[in-house]
C-alpha cells in the first residue's frame, strides 16, 4: 500500500512539474491578433500606406433654372435665333447640390498633386435642356426648361484637411479625369502610380479590395474579379458599391512580388429600368388630391435602379492609356511619376 501511495506521488511531481504558465509575451509572440481578410501583417502595412492615397472627393455644383409655361412652343433653334422673346418663362430658380466621390494621389511635385478619379464625379454640363413630349413640324421638340451652371467647386479632403481641386485632365469616353490640388504634403517620397503585370493580370476569381468614401467615410469592401467578356474596357466584381466610391481604388494582391497593384478605379453599379405612370410632366407637375381618381395627363417616368452585386472597374491598362496621353503639364515641371505601388 505504501509503495503504491508513494509511485502514485511521484507521479503527480512528474506531471505538475511539466506543465508551467508561460508569460504572456512568450505565449502571445508580440502583439494580439485578430482574424483578418488580409493574409499576413505585410498586406496590413502595405494597405496602410496605399490608404494614405485615396482622398474623399466633393463637388458643389450651382444651377440657374427657367421653367417655361406650358404650351409656350419654344425650340431650340428658336433660342439659338437672335431677338427671341422668352415671355414664357413661369419661374426662375436657383439650386445647389453636392456629389460626393473618391480619388487616387498618382503623382506629386513640390507641395501639389494629381489625382485620379471618374470625370462624372468632377465634371458637370454646362447647360442642361429639359424637353417637352411635343414637337413642332419640322421635329424640334419644345423645352420644358434650361439649366446653365452659375458655379462649380471641387473639393478633396483627407478628413483633416481640405483643398480646393482643379480639373486638369479628362476622357469622356472612358469617364476618366485627373485633378489638381496645392499645398499637398501627404505622401512626399512615397508616391505611387500603377504596376501592372501583362501576363494575364487580373484572372477570374483573384480577389479584389476597393477602398472609397460612400456617405462621407473612409469603407472598404472587397469581393472577387469578372471580366467583363463584351467589354475589354470594364472589369466587374461582386464588391458592394454605393454612392461615393465612383473613383474607389480597386487593388489586387501579388503573391509572388509581395506587393499591391492597382487593378483599376470603381466606376457604376449594373441597373434595371422600371417604368412608372406620373402625372403631369415632373417638371410642370400640379397639386391633386391623391385621395380623388386623377383625371388629368400622365406620362411615363422611367426609373433606373441599382442591381446589387454587379459592380464595374475602369481597368488599370485603360488608365494607363489615359496618363500617357495626358498633357504632362497636368503633371507639374517633373512630370509623371512612375514608381510602382507599394
Same mark, same amino acid.
Given at each position: 500500500?505504501?509503495?503504491?501511495?508513494?509511485?502514485?506521488?511521484?507521479?503527480?511531481?512528474?506531471?505538475?512539474?511539466? /506543465?508551467?504558465?508561460?508569460?504572456?509575451?512568450?505565449?502571445? &509572440?508580440?502583439? =494580439? $491578433?485578430?482574424?483578418?481578410?488580409?493574409?499576413?501583417?505585410?498586406?496590413?502595412?502595405?494597405?496602410?500606406?496605399?490608404?494614405?492615397?485615396?482622398? +474623399?472627393?466633393?463637388?458643389?455644383?450651382?444651377?440657374?433654372?427657367?421653367?417655361?409655361? =406650358?404650351? $409656350?412652343?419654344?425650340?431650340?433653334?428658336?433660342?439659338?435665333?437672335?431677338?427671341?422673346?422668352?415671355?414664357?418663362?413661369?419661374?426662375?430658380?436657383?439650386?445647389?447640390?453636392?456629389?460626393?466621390?473618391?480619388?487616387? #494621389?498618382?503623382?506629386?511635385?513640390?507641395?501639389?498633386?494629381?489625382?485620379?478619379?471618374?470625370?462624372? *464625379?468632377?465634371?458637370?454640363?454646362?447647360?442642361?435642356?429639359?424637353?417637352?413630349? &411635343?414637337?413642332?413640324?419640322?421635329?424640334?421638340?419644345?423645352?420644358?426648361?434650361?439649366?446653365?451652371?452659375?458655379?462649380?467647386?471641387?473639393?478633396?479632403?483627407?478628413?483633416?484637411?481640405?483643398?480646393?481641386?482643379?480639373? /486638369?485632365?479628362?476622357?469622356?469616353?472612358?469617364?476618366?479625369?485627373?485633378? +489638381?490640388?496645392?499645398?499637398?504634403?501627404?505622401?512626399?517620397?512615397?508616391?505611387?502610380?500603377?504596376?501592372?503585370?501583362?501576363?494575364?493580370?487580373?484572372?477570374?476569381?483573384?480577389?479584389?479590395?476597393?477602398?472609397?468614401?460612400?456617405? %462621407?467615410?473612409?469603407?472598404?469592401?472587397? %469581393?472577387?474579379?469578372?471580366?467583363?467578356?463584351?467589354?475589354? &474596357?470594364?472589369?466587374?466584381?461582386?464588391? =458592394?458599391?454605393?454612392?461615393? /466610391?465612383?473613383?474607389?481604388?480597386?487593388? #489586387?494582391?501579388?503573391?509572388?512580388?509581395?506587393?499591391?497593384?492597382?487593378?483599376?478605379? %470603381?466606376?457604376?453599379?449594373?441597373?434595371?429600368?422600371?417604368?412608372?405612370? +406620373? =402625372?403631369?410632366? +415632373?417638371?410642370?407637375?400640379?397639386?391633386?388630391?391623391?385621395?380623388?381618381?386623377?383625371?388629368?395627363?400622365?406620362?411615363?417616368?422611367?426609373?433606373?435602379?441599382?442591381?446589387?452585386? #454587379?459592380?464595374?472597374?475602369?481597368?488599370?491598362? *485603360?488608365?494607363?492609356?489615359?496618363?500617357?496621353?495626358?498633357?504632362?503639364? /497636368?503633371?507639374?515641371?517633373?512630370?509623371?511619376?512612375?514608381?510602382?505601388?507599394?
Amino acid at each position: 500500500m505504501e509503495k503504491r501511495l508513494l509511485s502514485l506521488v511521484l507521479i503527480l511531481v512528474a506531471v505538475f512539474s511539466g /506543465c508551467r504558465t508561460l508569460p504572456m509575451e512568450e505565449a502571445g &509572440r508580440g502583439m =494580439p $491578433s485578430y482574424a483578418s481578410d488580409f493574409e499576413n501583417t505585410l498586406m496590413q502595412e502595405q494597405f496602410n500606406t496605399l490608404s494614405e492615397r485615396v482622398l +474623399r472627393v466633393v463637388s458643389y455644383v450651382g444651377y440657374e433654372t427657367q421653367v417655361f409655361e =406650358p404650351g $409656350s412652343n419654344i425650340t431650340l433653334e428658336m433660342l439659338k435665333s437672335d431677338g427671341v422673346e422668352l415671355s414664357g418663362v413661369r419661374t426662375r430658380q436657383h439650386s445647389n447640390e453636392s456629389f460626393g466621390g473618391t480619388a487616387l #494621389v498618382v503623382s506629386t511635385d513640390d507641395s501639389a498633386a494629381v489625382l485620379l478619379t471618374c470625370r462624372h *464625379v468632377v465634371s458637370y454640363p454646362d447647360t442642361v435642356f429639359s424637353y417637352d413630349d &411635343r414637337a413642332d413640324r419640322y421635329g424640334n421638340r419644345y423645352l420644358l426648361g434650361i439649366s446653365v451652371k452659375s458655379d462649380q467647386l471641387v473639393v478633396v479632403s483627407d478628413g483633416r484637411t481640405h483643398w480646393p481641386a482643379l480639373l /486638369c485632365s479628362e476622357d469622356p469616353e472612358n469617364d476618366l479625369a485627373l485633378i +489638381r490640388i496645392q499645398r499637398y504634403f501627404g505622401t512626399s517620397g512615397m508616391v505611387s502610380l500603377l504596376a501592372v503585370d501583362d501576363s494575364g493580370f487580373p484572372r477570374w476569381g483573384d480577389r479584389v479590395w476597393m477602398l472609397g468614401y460612400p456617405s %462621407g467615410k473612409a469603407v472598404l469592401t472587397g %469581393g472577387i474579379l469578372s471580366r467583363c467578356r463584351d467589354n475589354d &474596357r470594364l472589369l466587374v466584381t461582386d464588391a =458592394p458599391f454605393s454612392e461615393g /466610391c465612383s473613383g474607389a481604388a480597386a487593388f #489586387v494582391w501579388d503573391n509572388y512580388a509581395e506587393v499591391f497593384r492597382l487593378a483599376g478605379i %470603381g466606376r457604376s453599379v449594373a441597373a434595371r429600368t422600371r417604368f412608372q405612370l +406620373r =402625372p403631369e410632366s +415632373r417638371i410642370h407637375e400640379k397639386s391633386y388630391n391623391t385621395s380623388l381618381p386623377y383625371r388629368g395627363a400622365v406620362f411615363i417616368d422611367p426609373v433606373k435602379e441599382h442591381v446589387p452585386g #454587379v459592380t464595374f472597374i475602369i481597368p488599370a491598362p *485603360v488608365i494607363m492609356n489615359f496618363l500617357d496621353n495626358t498633357d504632362t503639364r /497636368c503633371f507639374g515641371p517633373e512630370g509623371l511619376s512612375r514608381n510602382p505601388l507599394r
